[in-house]
């Protein structure tokens, strides 16, 4: 998820109608589709919400695409579009592709939950040993905020320590909180900032919907004002430092839980 320093100078009124899932198949991208980095727009992709070829993603198709799957507000996705176009280099471009999300330093970034950094190889396509490492974090079957900070600061200290290139700025990190905790966004309880780690592991390892575990569009619409609660929990949690209290995980609680 791109986050988000522009002033919010729209106001739409109408929020885009959700479409079931059932009219938006599942359909895997074949060798001329393009796919980038992002979790959610190759899902949006394979789901033909967005163009099935990842090719020509317009304003208006961002604003269709995250209204009509994830009940997102109109001005929100166009926010999204705004911080996103970038990554097409013509001048005045009205349209992005998956495949100019893949260039490095530009949108795509080190350290990420489940591609490798652009030193190691690719750093676009789902990788299973990264995604190994951040699932070492998810220690409890409802992911916590400490969980997904846990996971996303392991992924730094990773790159830190064996990528000698390793790149992460402050707008890096800022953009890094919004994609943390984008899946408790599309998937999770926003309010206690929650998620189903099936959802999330089923979403990252199939780029599809979970819709066959019982997911479906949650019926509020997200504001922009939720995100940023959001990335500031998970930013908190991400701090390494506690006040006197222990902080206890989920699963240190069970297993107390156990013994006493
Ligand atoms: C116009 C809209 C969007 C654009 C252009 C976009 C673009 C990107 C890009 C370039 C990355 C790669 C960053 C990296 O190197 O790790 C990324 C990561 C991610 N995005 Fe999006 N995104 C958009 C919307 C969303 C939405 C709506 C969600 C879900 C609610 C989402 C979820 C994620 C997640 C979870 C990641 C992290 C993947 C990882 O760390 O492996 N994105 N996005
Ligand atoms: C969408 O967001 C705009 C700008 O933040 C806000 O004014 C509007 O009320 C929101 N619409 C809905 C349906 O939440
Ligand atoms: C991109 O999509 C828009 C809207 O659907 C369409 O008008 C335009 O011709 C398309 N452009 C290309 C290059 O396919
Ligand atoms: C881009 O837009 C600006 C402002 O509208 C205009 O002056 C310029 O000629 C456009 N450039 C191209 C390459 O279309
Ligand atoms: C996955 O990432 C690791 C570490 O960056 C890299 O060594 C490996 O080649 C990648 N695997 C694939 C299939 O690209
Ligand atoms: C290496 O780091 C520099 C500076 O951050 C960056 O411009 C370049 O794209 C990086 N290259 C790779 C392969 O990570
Ligand atoms: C990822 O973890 C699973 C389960 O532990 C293991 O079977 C698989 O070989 C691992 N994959 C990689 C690429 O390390």
Known sequence: MRLIFLPVTLSIALA??????????????????????????????NHQFLPHDGRNITKDKVISAMG?????????????F??????????????????????????????????????????????ESIFNETKLYWTGETLDANMLANSKVARQISSKAFNPNYTFTPTVESFSLGEVSAPIIAFGDMQAA????????YFFENE?????????????VV?????????????????LITSSEAVVSTRRRDLHAGIY
């Not at 599809?208 to 509020?220: D, N, Q, V, Y």
């Not at 504001?223 to 701090?239: K, V």
């Open 16 to 45: 885009a109608a959700i479409e079931p899932l059932d009219s938006h198949p599942w359909q895997a991208p074949g060798p001329n589709d393009f796919r980038g980095p992002c979790p959610m727009l190759n899902t949006l992709s």
């Open 68 to 80: 009509s799957a994830l009940n997102f507000n109109e001005s929100l996705a166009a926010l999204m």
């Open 82 to 127: 705004q911080m996103a176009i970038v990554a097409n280099p013509s001048k005045n471009a009205t349209f992005f592709t998956l495949e100019q999300l893949q260039v490095h330093g530009v949108l795509e970034h080190d350290a990420s939950l489940s591609r490798s950094d652009a030193f190691f190889g690719n750093n676009y396509v789902f990788n």
């Open 194 to 201: 929650t998620v189903r780690r099936d959802l999330v592991e």
């Open 208 to 220: 599809r919907f979970p819709t066959e575990l019982g997911w479906s569009t949650r019926t509020e």
């Open 223 to 239: 504001n922009i004002d939720a995100i940023l609660r959001l990335s500031e929990i998970i930013g908190n949690a991400s701090s």
